[in-house]
Structures are given as structure tokens and as C-alpha cells.
């Protein structure tokens, strides 16, 4: 389970705290994925919860207010204005935007609920599309 979906699930528990939400990203990956780790202190620094290593290097995440900020509802104004982007990948991502103006009665749903069907759906378009592997002159 990735941490958009843990977020996800944790924002449908009225309970769920920062603390729980952090606890869950440890139990899930701390151990298990030499990418996610717990952040090393430094000095200056704001606080950490978790560390991600990246292809560019190690990136601290303070999770403070991800569930609050997770359940904030989408503007629809601006939300039509993405769909009809002629950023293709700014369209991709809201073209199965569901709100209110499209009459469909709809359950919580969160932000992160409402992009990782996209998410999922362009990385699976990337590795489609991905060009073959180059081979080494013989």
C-alpha cells in the first residue's frame, strides 16, 4: 500500500491523526523499502516525519496537516479549467474529474481519492509508451 492509499484510508477514520497516519507509513514501509526511512535530525532544519530517497537524493516529508489538507474539496471552476488545459498532462489527470456540476451523487472523496485512478493510469500510459532499451553496439 502506497502512501497516497494510506492517506486515503486514514482520512475516512473521523479519528485518525497525524501521529496514526505517520505510524502506518512506518509500519507499511520502514524496514521494507530501503527508499522510505526515518530522517535524520539536523539542525535548522524544519521537522521531518519521513525521508524518500529519490534519484536526485534523500527528501524529508513533514506531514503536519496532510489529512486536513487532503479532505479540502476541489474547486469546480478551476477544476473545468484544468480539463480543458492544453497541457496534456494537466487534462489527463482531471478528465475523470467527478463533482457537482456532472449531476452524480458521490461519496467522500478525497484528493487523493480522486487522482490515483490518474496517477495510476498515466504511469501505466508511461510504461506503454516507454522507448525500448537501447543495445550496446556488438
Known amino acids: 500500500m502506497g502512501i497516497f492509499s494510506i492517506l486515503e484510508e486514514e482520512c475516512m477514520f473521523p479519528k485518525a491523526t497525524d501521529t496514526s497516519f505517520k505510524n502506518k507509513l512506518y509500519d507499511q514501509h520502514l524496514g521494507k523499502s530501503n527508499n522510505f526511512q526515518k530522517p535524520k535530525p539536523a539542525k535548522g532544519k524544519a521537522e521531518a516525519h519521513f525521508s524518500l530517497v529519490h534519484y536526485a537524493g534523500t527528501v524529508d516529508y513533514n506531514i503536519a496537516g496532510w489529512l486536513d489538507k487532503n479532505k479540502d474539496p476541489l474547486n469546480e471552476t478551476v477544476v473545468g479549467l484544468y480539463q ?24 467522500f472523496l ?13 504511469r501505466r500510459l508511461l510504461i506503454v509508451h516507454r522507448s525500448p532499451p537501447q543495445r550496446g553496439l556488438s
Not at 480543458?84 to 461519496?107: C, D, P, V, W
Open 84 to 107: 480543458k488545459s492544453s497541457l496534456k498532462l494537466l487534462s489527463f489527470l482531471f478528465s475523470n474529474y467527478a463533482g457537482a456540476e456532472t449531476g452524480k451523487i458521490l461519496s
Open 110 to 122: 478525497s484528493l487523493c481519492g480522486t487522482f490515483l485512478p490518474s496517477f495510476s493510469r498515466g
